[in-house]
């Protein structure tokens, strides 16, 4: 069966230090990964997406970037957080044609301070 | 634009009572909708899908959700909630097989004892 593993589960960063949110998925090959931020009290917003390796779609300009060195992992970056980064973080796997739905992780809790 | 309008953001109900969480999504040729549920600091969790076939959609925890082409409507429903369902719900739209959903922006369950 396949799952799909995010971590850590919650991180503390101070302003201008980098980041780096790792999510595998196991059980499938060639998924579409997702990365989305859900900030307080607000919905979820798409931050990149990739469907395949090395090929990543940024659906918002912002501090952050992503990454698949693998076909099964994915990587959210910055160099320089920022206290706007502050949020719960998901990534998400799907395989082609979405009728299956998206599979999400257990989430990031991210407090930049 | 796609987009997906969850008029309630917060919905209290007692439990025993039913509930009704209201998804609209605007017009398109032809689209797969879902519901999804989110415990507090946890991955959003799949309830159902409707992609074709019988309007009257069961999924997991005793919830339902009927598709209305002509309202453009995908309302979840359960005829007696739980403290256990206190969570936060997600409609999701993806249209015409496109790479990714369209997320409303969700409705927090309060069930009350």
């Known amino acids: 069966s396949q799952t799909i593993h995010q971590w850590p589960a919650t991180l503390v960063q101070p302003v201008g230090s980098p980041l780096s949110l790792e999510c595998t998925v196991e059980g499938t090959s060639n998924p579409n990964l997702y990365w989305y931020r859900q900030a307080a009290g607000r919905g979820l917003q798409l931050l990149f997406y990739?469907?395949?390796?090395?090929?990543i779609s940024s659906e918002v300009p912002q501090n952050l970037s992503a990454s698949r060195p693998q076909d099964r992992q994915f990587i959210l970056s910055s160099k320089k957080l920022l206290l706007s980064d502050s949020g719960f973080y998901l990534c998400?796997?799907?395989?082609?044609?979405?009728?299956?739905?998206?599979?999400f992780g257990s989430g990031t809790r991210l407090t930049v301070v | 634009a796609q987009s997906v309008t969850q008029l309630d953001s917060q919905v209290p109900v007692f439990e025993e009572a039913p509930v009704e969480l209201r998804c609209n999504y605007s017009s398109s040729v032809s689209v797969y909708l879902f519901w999804y549920v989110q415990y507090p600091n946890q991955g959003l969790q799949l309830l159902l899908k409707?992609?074709?076939?019988?309007?009257l959609v069961k999924g997991i925890n005793g919830f339902e959700a009927e598709f209305n082409k002509s309202q453009t409507s995908f309302h979840l429903r359960k005829p007696s909630v739980h403290i256990s369902d206190t969570a936060e719900y997600f409609c999701?739209?993806?249209?015409?097989?496109?790479?990714?959903?369209?997320f409303g922006p969700g409705t927090r369950l309060s069930v009350l004892p």
């Open positions: 409707y992609l074709s076939g019988s309007t």
């Open positions: 999701a739209v993806t249209y015409n097989y496109g790479q990714n959903f369209v």
């Open positions: 998400a796997w799907s395989l082609g044609v979405l009728g299956r739905g998206y599979t």
């Open positions: 990739s469907v395949g390796i090395g090929q």
